[in-house]
Each structure stands twice: as structure tokens, then as C-alpha cells.
Nanobody, 127 residues
Framework: QVQLVESGGGLVQAGGSVRLSCAAS????????MGWFRQTPGKEREFVAV???????????EYADSVKGRFTISRDNAENTGYLQMNSLKPEDTAVYYC?????????????????WGQGTQVTVSS
């Protein structure tokens, strides 16, 4: 079992920045990829970013095209915590953001390959 708790959401103006955190506990989450997804009412959960488990301190990352160059995913295995730094925010980034722990150490953008999910944190970007 893995428990994931997100924090850091809130209200921010367009062009601003927010950093989300995802604290993991339970099984060794550092052995698995960690991803971020987001969801707005009436829409399916959307992939945002993923970071692999570390292999010799090398991480692989993937981003949705809509956030490339603006968002940065990272993780601190010593703290068992993942992060999503979101810069140059746009109103269309408004959503509930979820972190998730994958069933694989490699990156995956498919929600079905994530076994554990946090409760979500709301990010609202005002224009």
C-alpha cells in the first residue's frame, strides 16, 4: 500500500507560479514512477507529467505538450516526496491535480498503470 498526500494548491493569477508537493508513505514509492494528472469537471483525468524511479541517480521525465517548458517534475527520494513546479500558469491550467504512484519504475502516461492516487489538490488560475 502507498498513501499519497498532495499539498500546495490554491488560487494564483495568470502568469504566476505554484509548487505542488506529494508526500508518499507505505511501500517504497521511490522504486516506482510518480506521475501528476489533472481533472476538470466533466472531463477525463489528463496526464500532466511523470518522473521515473531513479536508476543510478538518473531520472527520466515526460510532459504533456500543454505544459512543456512551463512545468517541472522532480522527486526527492530521501524525503519520499514528489514535486510539480508550475510556472507561467494559464487559466486553462485550472484543475484538481492528483499525484499517483505507478506500477512500473519507468515512465508511463496511462492512468491505468498507476495503482495509487492522492486525494487531489485544487489549483485555480485567475485571468
Amino acid at each position: 500500500q502507498v498513501q499519497l498526500v498532495e499539498s500546495g494548491g490554491g488560487l494564483v493569477q495568470a502568469g504566476g507560479s505554484v509548487r505542488l508537493s506529494c508526500a508518499a508513505s507505505g511501500r517504497t514509492a521511490s522504486n516506482y514512477a510518480m506521475g501528476w494528472f489533472r481533472q476538470t469537471p466533466g472531463k477525463e483525468r489528463e496526464f500532466v507529467a511523470v518522473i521515473s524511479a531513479s536508476g543510478r541517480n538518473i531520472f527520466y521525465v515526460e510532459y504533456a505538450d500543454s505544459v512543456k517548458g512551463r512545468f517541472t517534475i522532480s522527486r526527492d527520494n530521501a524525503e519520499n516526496t514528489g514535486y510539480l513546479q508550475m510556472n507561467s500558469l494559464k487559466p486553462e491550467d485550472t484543475a484538481v491535480y492528483y499525484c499517483a504512484s505507478a506500477t512500473t519504475p519507468g515512465t508511463t502516461v496511462q492512468a491505468m498503470q498507476y495503482a495509487y492516487w492522492g486525494q487531489g489538490t485544487q489549483v485555480t488560475v485567475s485571468s
